[in-house]
């Protein structure tokens, strides 16, 4: 577990500067939604995006297992509802290709698993 020796910060953990770069994309391609989608999916497509990378950040600061996976866990569960929301906006057309969306998500979803495994002693 040499590789952990530079994580101090979640800032440092690879799975949340790569969620983070989700959220900015997600901020991004959400702007360019009709207008009357601000309320809705929008809205619940940044609230899921953000939601990812904050779960991450404060999982990182618990000392249990038990707390750190609970919120490793729900940052898991947002992705999972953005996948959705891609889904959505892909059917609706307001994206025109979610391939990058859906492989960011993918790689994500994987190095939160891995995390979990890590820190529940599993590889």
């Known amino acids: 577990m040499s590789s952990n020796n530079n994580i101090n910060t979640f800032k440092d953990l690879q799975v949340w500067q790569k969620a983070h770069s989700l959220v900015i994309d997600i901020y991004k391609i959400t702007k360019e939604y009709p207008k009357e989608e601000k309320y809705g999916l929008v809205s619940q497509m940044r609230r899921a995006a953000v939601s990812v990378p904050a779960n991450i ?9 038990k707390d750190k996976t609970k919120f490793y866990n729900i940052a898991q569960a947002s992705l999972d509802e953005l996948s959705y929301y891609i889904i959505l906006s892909k059917d609706l057309e307001y994206i025109l290709n979610n391939v990058s969306f859906v492989d960011q998500i993918e790689e994500i979803a994987r190095m939160l698993s891995g995390l979990i495994q890590s820190i529940n002693g599993r590889k």
């Open 57 to 65: 950040t404060e999982g990182f600061r618990k000392h249990g297992i």
